[in-house]
Nanobody, 130 residues
Framework: QVQLVESGGGSVQAGESLKLSCAAS????????MAWFRQAPGKEREGVAA????????FYSDSANGRFVVSQDTGLTTIYLRIRNLAPEDTAMYYC???????????????????????WGQGTQVTVSS
């Protein structure tokens, strides 16, 4: 069974940091490309960062701008997204996505292509006030 459960969102002030978590079922986590996307009201869902859990290799979108760090804890089958220096434009629902059992040769994960990911969590809301 595939489960992706995000947590860690909330309401913060501009300039603060947050660390989001995505707890995954073992199947969703193993040899998986996992990614963080976000969607602001009235906007398209955009990718921020991805990680290949087999090698802990991370990938970032151009818009990540050095403020986002994706990491993992294999023992907990969980990935994280740390966001520093939050700004009001970071206000969005943040989603975790996974595409497990990536074969050799497909272990470069796209941080932006939604079609690469078969499974999605329900999201965690981040609201940043100025």
């Amino acid at each position: 069974q595939v489960q992706l459960v995000e947590s860690g969102g909330g309401s913060v002030q501009a300039g603060e940091s947050l660390k989001l978590s995505c707890a995954a079922s073992k199947y969703a986590y193993n040899s998986s490309c996992m990614a963080w996307f976000r969607q602001a009201p009235g906007k398209e869902r955009e990718g921020v960062a991805a990680i290949y859990t087999g090698y802990s290799t991370s990938f970032y979108s151009d818009s990540a701008n050095g403020r986002f760090v994706v990491s993992q804890d294999t023992g907990l089958t969980t990935i994280y997204l740390r966001i520093r220096n939050l700004a009001p434009e970071d206000t969005a629902m943040y989603y975790c996505a996974a595409d497990p059992e990536r074969p050799l040769g497909r272990r470069r994960c796209s941080p932006t292509d939604r079609t690469e990911y078969r499974y999605w969590g329900q999201g965690t809301q981040v609201t940043v006030s100025s």
